[in-house]
């Protein structure tokens, strides 16, 4: 006879916790694109965290021996811990009694792919926060892309990127495009795919460069009123904080079943705009 109170002792909260954290830090598509300096400790939904801007630094001419100095006021900004998810299922015990392992393994999967579907498409929202400057097409006029069209687009990307001086030494630019658009790339003869790259620098995942810019491929890169926002930039313009807060296990009383539930907290805040860029792409009839 089974022991039910012992074969899904792997459901253990502080296992799943550890296990799904370590998961949700790779892979992603858009945690690749952002940087997660202002992190800190996030105990619960509504915590903040104070990001210090600091200010810009002016270079003078020395003409006597007299020296002004400019007074620095740092600018101060508050990234909220405003995303609130979960996830919760109930696991009978006749699936106890199967593979644990498997089981568990199967469904930290599922949750970090769910997970990862709200938090990409969350990010790539922040399209709105880019410049008139920094964008290539308009509402109004989506570019429309083919394979003889796509290369001089993504070049105008690039370089409204360059021309608000987002782009510096030591930094690489990433751009993320749906497997529509990827469908155009990979007919471009200026692309560069993944494994004909020189230097084994590009972000995990990649497919390849395309006018010096990392690209990635997100299925959550969607269509808004029949237009694609193609979101490019460096990972200067973003800070996201992030944490799994609590994964619960506990008896369902009116089943012979387990209940577990996890709560995950996130909150994404663009510090520098200028270091982002989109491209409004009309969707293909």
Not at 179 to 200: G, K, R, W
Request: glycine share 4%; with cysteine; proline share 3%.
């Amino acid at each position: 006879m089974t022991d039910f109170s012992t074969t899904y002792s792997a459901f253990i909260p502080q296992i799943w916790s550890q296990k799904l954290n370590t998961m949700l830090e790779k892979n992603c598509v858009m945690l690749q694109c952002v940087n997660r300096n202002w992190e800190g400790e996030i105990k619960q939904q509504g915590d903040t965290v104070k990001i210090i801007t600091p200010a810009d630094v002016s270079v003078s001419t020395l003409t006597t021996d007299n020296i002004t100095y400019s007074s620095l006021t740092p600018t101060s900004m508050d990234l909220e811990i405003d995303q609130k998810k979960f996830f919760a299922f109930k696991i009978d015990d006749v699936a106890k009694a199967q593979s644990n392992v498997d089981i568990m393994e199967a469904h930290l999967k599922n949750a970090k792919k769910a997970i990862e579907e709200v938090q990409d498409s969350y990010l790539l929202g922040l399209h709105t926060d880019v410049t008139s400057a920094n964008t290539v097409g308009t509402d109004a006029s989506p570019i429309s892309l083919d394979k003889t069209t796509i290369y001089s687009n993504f070049v105008k990307l690039a370089k409204a990127l360059k021309n608000s001086n987002a782009v510096y030494s030591g930094v690489k630019p990433w751009v993320v495009i749906n497997p529509e658009i990827e469908s155009y790339l990979l007919q471009s003869s200026e692309f560069i795919s993944a494994h004909n790259v020189a230097d084994t620098t590009l972000r995990e995942g990649s497919i390849g460069r395309i006018a010096g810019m990392d690209v990635l491929v997100s299925t959550n890169l969607t269509a808004v009123n029949s237009k694609y926002y193609v979101l490019a930039g460096t990972n200067d313009a973003i800070t996201f904080a992030s944490q799994l807060a609590k994964i619960e296990s506990l008896r369902d009383k009116d089943s012979f079943s387990d209940l577990v539930r996890g709560l995950y907290l996130y909150g994404a805040k663009t510090v520098q705009p200028k270091a982002l860029a989109k491209m409004i792409v009309s969707v293909p009839a």
